[in-house]
Nanobody, 123 residues
């Protein structure tokens, strides 16, 4: 079992930056690929980004490519999402997930999910 807890969300203005963290506990987190998803009110959950076990492979949704950066620190059992040049359309609850690969995570097939952290971007 892996427990995931997100932090770092908040209210910012358009153009600002935020860094989200996802701290893992339980089974060996470094054995899992990790990813970030988001869900805005009234919308389906959507893939944002994923990173492989080693960190050597990353994947991004087109809507965030060039603005967001995913990284991980396996020694700290933590995955990060650096979000720059935030836009109002980035407003959502952001959740992290752990899964077998970046491919399965991109298909939203995560094995473990966190509860999420709210990100609100004002115009």
């Amino acid at each position: 079992q892996v427990q995931l807890v997100e932090s770092g969300g908040g209210l910012v203005q358009a153009g600002d930056s935020l860094r989200l963290s996802c701290a893992a506990s339980g089974r060996v987190f470094s054995s899992y690929a990790s990813g970030w998803f988001r869900q805005a009110p009234g919308k389906e959950r959507e893939f944002v980004s994923a990173i492989s076990v080693s960190g050597g492979i990353t994947s991004y949704a087109d809507s965030v490519k060039g603005r967001f950066t995913i990284s991980r620190d396996n020694a700290k059992n933590t995955v990060y999402l650096q979000m720059n040049s935030l836009k109002p359309e980035d407003t959502a609850v952001y959740s992290c997930a752990a899964g077998s690969s970046t491919v399965t995570l991109r298909a939203a097939r995560g094995d473990y999910w966190g509860q999420g952290t709210q990100v609100t971007v004002s115009s």
